[in-house]
């Protein structure tokens, strides 16, 4: 279910349009979760900066962020919300069959949510009714809810591509194990690199923000300090986001040979196999390439020489299609590594003089980053489930054997997008009213103490 399947099922309009339907919820939806695991903990670390004397530009900030927190969860939970219908109505197979296996995170998911939501509606409303060190501490049931949330949701994909915890006897399951199945081989590293993308996708996001408003006014002490938090928190993740993804290539080689072998494109399986940088996979070969020597056998295996499975050990009814995952997961390693250099550069600037980096090139990326980021996140997604394909359930259940059996699911994909397209609209009006000057809550911008970079 990705962005990409759209062209891969044209002839088939009713599993064309539930694909595209889902992934078009879960590509909008997951942007707004992101700032739902990453949002609150900058907010907390910027409040308790201003408790412990940083000035009122703390305080500032957390009253603006708190207020973008709340409309965006009150905008995550309409799109969550469908995407919980859509699982029902557009994949009715899955769940009848698998549904007693992964239906216990999305239970507890939903108990993460409401906790979420009780906390955020004390942490904004008991701004002025509680003390400072109440109202702070109220804040971090919403971080770790928010979190929990994210982990739990992540461990039923995870299981779609690592299903374990049952027994499946001429199509019925039983002997389920719950606890197995959260748990499975895929957990950690998936949960693992969705939390960090989604710091990533939040510190770079609101650093975007506050570097366009450096690049109108580069003496704001507000956008100065509201950048400088949210993108050293999303500089601090890029680094342990690239190991895990490292770590994500291992465990693929070993699990999931068939996604590494549409990721590099290896029509052949190979010891020694190059690793490919950039390039087309045309006629079943990669074209235009940089390749290193033996360097996918080593990235995977840690050995020049170790074989590496191509798609060559599958039918090709069972192959993903290559093109998009090999372009998706390009798009994904090229962001990280450019989000990277950016950090670094940053890094060396404050190394040398305790600022930001003068160049207005460097607003410019840093304002792009934020974009970037979020693209690097889906690309990954698109990496996930599109390399899982023609599966739904990894080697058990296809995607069109789990598809609703109803007709007319095109109107609906169309609806959906006009729905979207109205949240979009009324999401960004609200944020841009909700952050104007005069707004409730949102006083003067504070007037700069500290003198330009």
């Not at 994904?332 to 207005?360: E, Q």
Request: hydrophobic share 55%; glycine share 10%; charged share 15%.
């Amino acid at each position: 279910m990705s962005l990409f399947d759209i062209f891969v099922t044209v002839d088939q309009p009713d599993l064309w349009a539930a694909r595209a339907q889902m992934a078009l919820s879960l590509a909008w939806h997951i942007v707004i979760a992101c700032f739902g695991v990453g949002l609150p903990l900058l907010i907390l670390v910027v409040e308790f900066r201003g408790h412990r004397g940083g000035g009122p530009v703390y305080d500032e900030l957390a009253h603006r962020w708190a207020k973008v927190l709340g409309v965006l969860f009150a905008v995550g939970a309409v799109s969550g919300t469908i995407l919980s219908f859509e699982m029902g109505i557009l994949w009715p197979r899955l769940i009848e069959t698998f549904g007693s296996v992964m239906g216990l995170p999305f239970a507890i998911e939903g108990v993460a949510f409401f906790i979420e939501a009780i906390f955020i509606g004390i942490y904004l409303y008991g701004w002025d009714r509680l003390s400072p060190r109440v109202h702070l501490l109220s804040g971090v049931p919403i971080v770790i809810s928010g979190v929990a949330s994210a982990w739990f949701v992540v461990t039923a994909n995870a299981w779609l591509n690592q299903p374990v915890g049952f027994v499946l006897t001429d199509g019925v399951v039983t002997g389920v194990d719950p606890w197995a199945a959260i748990f499975n081989p895929a957990t950690p590293i998936e949960t693992t690199h969705m939390i960090l993308a989604a710091l990533m996708v939040t510190g770079f996001g609101i650093a975007a923000g506050h570097a366009w408003g450096l690049r109108r006014d580069r003496g704001s002490r507000l956008h100065r300090t509201g950048f400088l938090v949210a993108f050293t928190l999303a500089a601090l993740v890029t680094p342990a986001q690239i190991v895990a993804g490292d770590a994500a290539a291992q465990f693929l080689a070993t699990n999931q040979p068939i996604k590494l072998a549409a990721i590099e494109g290896l029509y052949q399986s190979e010891r020694g196999a190059p690793l490919s940088i950039g390039g087309i996979p045309i006629d079943g070969q990669m074209r235009f390439a940089l390749q290193i020597p033996d360097g996918l056998s080593l990235l995977a295996f840690r050995d020049p020489n170790a074989l590496v499975q191509g798609l060559d050990t599958v039918p090709a009814d069972q192959q993903p299609p290559v093109l998009p995952v090999h372009i998706a997961f390009q798009v994904m390693v090229a962001i990280g590594f450019a989000l990277l250099g950016l950090s670094a550069w940053l890094l060396w600037a404050w190394w040398r003089r305790r600022g930001l980096p003068g160049s207005r090139i460097f607003l410019l990326g840093a304002i792009a980053a934020g974009p970037a980021a979020a693209v690097a996140m889906e690309a990954g997604w698109v990496v996930t489930e599109l390399g899982r394909q023609p599966w739904i359930v990894y080697r058990i259940m296809r995607v069109d054997e789990a598809v609703t059996a109803a007709r007319g699911l095109p109107i609906g994909l169309f609806t959906l997008f006009a729905v979207y397209v109205v949240l979009t609209v009324a999401t960004v009006f609200v944020v841009r009213r909700t952050l104007a000057p005069g707004s409730p809550g949102v006083g003067p911008e504070p007037a700069p103490t500290e003198s330009r970079s």
